[in-house]
Structure formats: C-alpha cells, structure tokens
C-alpha cells in the first residue's frame, strides 16, 4: 500500500539514506555502533527499503519472463561482492576502516538517492485478474495447506536458516589442552611472555588462539585494546591485520623443516645466492648518510626470517638512508618488479643492523 502511496523512488531515498546513516553510526566503533549500524540501519531498515521494493517495481514491468528479470536484478548483489572487497582492502590499508565507511557512506547518499529521485517512474499498469471471493479464498490450498499456515511456515524457516548460518560459523570447539595432546604449563608461558612485553611497553595488547586436531585449546586477550582510553583488550576485538601471506608461507616453511628439507640454521644464501654477500650500513652520527657498508658479522638465516629478524626492512616504516634504499611496501613492490627483480633489489641494499639485533623485519617469513 505504502508503496503505491509514495512510489519506489521514495522507498530508495529512504534505504539509501538509512544505509549511509548505518556506516556512519558503525564507524563509531564496536560493539554496539556496529551491531546498530549494520544490523538495524543498514539491513533491516536500509535494505528493506531498497530490495523489496526493487523487486515489485521490476516485477511490473514485465508480463513473461518475469522470473529472469527478478534473478538478474537480484545477481547484482554478488556482482558487488566480488567488485568492492578489493576496493575496500585497498581503502581500509591506506586510509583505515573508519574513513573507508565514511566514504562508503558518503557515496551511498549521493549516487544512489539522486538516481532514485531521476530513474524510477511509475510502471504500466498491469491488469489483474479478477480476485476470488472470500469463501473461495478461505479454501484455497497450497501444497495441500491453508495460505495462512504456508505463510507462517515460510516465516519460521527464514528466522531458523539465520541459526544454521551462525552455527556454520561457529568458532571450533573448546577443549581441555591435555584433551588436544597439548600442555596447559606451557601454553601458560604464552601469557606470561605477552605480559612481560606489555609492561616493557612494547605492544598495547594481543589476542592469542591455539588451535590442534580441530579444538581449540587456548584463547586469552591480553592487555589494552585501547591503552590510553585504559580499555582491555577482548577475545572479540577486531583488528587491522596484513601481511596474511606469512602464516601461509611459515606454515608451508615448516612442513619443510619438519621433513629435514630446510634447516632453521641454513643461510638463505643457501637458496638464493644473491644474499652471499650481504652488507651492513655505517651511518653518520646523525644517522642522516650512508658513510660505509661493512661485511655482515653473520649471514642470515632461515631462522632470521621465522623471527623477523633478517635486517630487510620495509622502506616506508623508517626514516633512515637504509629505509630509503627499500621498497616502502608490498603492494608497490610486486606492481612495480617482478620476482627476480624484488630479489635483486633487496640482496643489494645493506640492512639496518650488525647482528640484527632488533625485530624490524616485515618482508621475511
């Protein structure tokens, strides 16, 4: 009724305007501005007045094939799927999730409104065919059941299909360590290690999971989710995260290692042979020129790459001559050289440190 009243273009202004209030709301922050944001603006309200309305205004333009229609408006959806998480990975590394749903909201409101108040008209009207009286409308079936009965069938299974999405989800199940063939002691000295480096000061906080045989055996937040607000860190804290190649790699290094392939103390001039001869920089007092370049006391190992601790720095995390001679990130550096190349550039810089005494390094494991 409401639809007919005020027409789909008022429908779209109105969804349209509730999903950038929602993005707006969430970046806000967690937990509650993004449950707010996402599940009540932008996907009961937001959506809910943008999708069924679009499908009742497409379903009028057409008498055959009506079907098709509606399938190919609905596709869209899963174009977008495929088309904006790139987009927004780019966007959340450069200028983080907060300004990227700003954006996205900002967007939201001044494409899709204006197309709604422009686009839309009112479809042709479609003749209807004569509706049933009430006494043949009260004994007609589906499937054998009253309409009533099948609507409030088809009600139930869409609220009990959210369930069967969540539990798909679900987190792997919890387990005693012991039960896993794991040790509660020494899973207990993650702690007290994270702990010791939170009082050093040298991270705010961590969450640590440690999953075997598909339980999992260890979950702990440790620290400050926000040190300077005194906020502790959650188990359900989310997180900017990168570099999501290096689990990967390190786990297909150790399958390695665990079959005798590669050892932890083999020098990566071993594998690649350009690193034979790798060179640290002697900076001025001020650390401002490259005076000298002096042989490594040792070379790097396979270990040195495990623990970050190689020398070869990300450029763009420093100020140094050193940290000029690198790429500045991932991202530049495989759009800018290919393989071999990235492997020449980096066996021909000098590194940071004698002895890679601290833990710089972000291009290795």
Known sequence: MFLAILGVSWFWFFGALMIGVGLMISTL???????????LFIGLIGLGGINAPMYIYVSRWFDRRRGSALALISSGSYLAGAMWPPIFERAIATIGWRETMLWYALTEIVVIIPLALIYFRAPPELALPALPSDSAAGKARVLGW????VFGVMCVAAVLCCPAYAFAAEALPRAKPEDAGMSSERLADIGKALNAEI???????????VARKGKLVFFEAFGYRDKDAGAPMTTDAIFNIASMTKPMTSVAALQLYEQGRVLMDD???????KFGDTKVAVMDAARENIVDRVPAARKITVQDLFRHTSGLIYGGRGATPVHKLFPDGSGAASAAMTGPEFLDRLSSVPVLHQKNPTSQIFWTS
Do not use: D, E, T
């Open 199 to 209: 009082a050093r000061g040298q991270m705010p906080g961590a969450v640590v999971a």
């Open 267 to 273: 020098p990566l001039a071993k594998y690649f042979p």
């Open 146 to 149: 009253p309409p009533n009965v």
């Open 29 to 39: 922050g967690p937990p509650w501005p993004l449950w707010i944001g996402h599940g």
